[in-house]
């Protein structure tokens, strides 16, 4: 049963262009989520993340919002760049102190020059 | 530049072999993360440690495989006997308690059981 799901195996877009990654959980005890960024041969890195208790958070060009009632978030990158490029796995966690993430299968972007 | 170090990279191995995976967590984190990726099942959690103990290990295939810290600068992850089922990358992953939740990955170890 997936608890985090992303929908949308792969997203094209025009460099200059904004890209909108969308995540989807089931879990309501879910109360912090995370987006990383990975690219071939290396490991995810940490891109952005946002409470329960907010419903956007912003760094630079990337915006994450919440949707708590339709247990949806989303990823905005504006402008997208050629360097944005990668798989980008969406993740929850619940509870605390506790650690564990669920992630999303991801989705790789694809920004054209 | 603090990194999660993981070796070996990449490791071919016939069914039936012992394989070990090693991580070098961030120093100074206490909480060390093993998942494997794969095309199906994306990234999956296995293990992971809190101050060196095991807090949480229902993904791991009990059977055959297991994972130690035997101190807090090294993570292990056997497998014993592998499968070609256990092909995957296999990613560590340390945080700081008290932080901000962030999860930092090592590059990952590639596995082909063949």
């Known amino acids: 049963d997936q608890q985090v799901k992303q929908n949308s195996p792969s997203l094209s877009v025009q460099e200059g262009r904004i890209s909108i990654l969308n995540c989807d959980y089931t879990n309501s005890m879910f109360d912090y989520f995370l987006w990383y960024k990975k690219y071939p041969a290396e490991g995810p890195t940490f891109l952005i993340s946002?409470?329960?208790?907010?419903d956007k958070n912003e760094d630079g060009r990337f915006t994450v919002f919440l949707n708590k009632s339709a247990k949806h978030l989303s990823l905005h990158i504006v402008p997208s760049q050629p360097g944005d490029s990668a798989v980008y796995f969406c993740?929850?966690?619940?509870?605390?102190?506790?650690?564990?993430?669920?992630f999303g299968k991801g989705t790789l972007l694809t920004v054209n020059p | 530049d603090a990194r999660v170090t993981q070796t070996p990279r990449h490791k071919v191995t016939e069914m039936g072999q012992e394989v070990t995976m090693r991580c070098q967590p961030i120093?100074?984190?206490?909480?060390v993360f093993w998942y494997r990726q794969t095309m199906m099942q994306g990234l999956e959690l296995l293990a992971y440690f809190r101050n060196r103990a095991p807090l949480d290990d229902s993904g791991m295939p009990k059977d055959r495989f297991s994972a130690e810290m035997p101190d807090a600068t090294l993570a292990t992850l056997k497998i014993q006997p592998s499968e070609p089922r256990d092909s995957a990358v296999y990613f560590c992953?340390?945080?700081?308690?008290?932080?901000?939740?962030?999860?930092?990955f090592g590059a990952g170890t590639r596995l082909s059981v063949l």
């Open positions: 993740a929850a966690k619940s509870g605390g102190s506790n650690y564990k993430l669920t």
């Open positions: 120093l100074g984190h206490n909480t």
């Open positions: 992953a340390s945080a700081q308690s008290g932080g901000a939740n962030i999860q930092y």
């Open positions: 946002i409470s329960s208790i907010k």
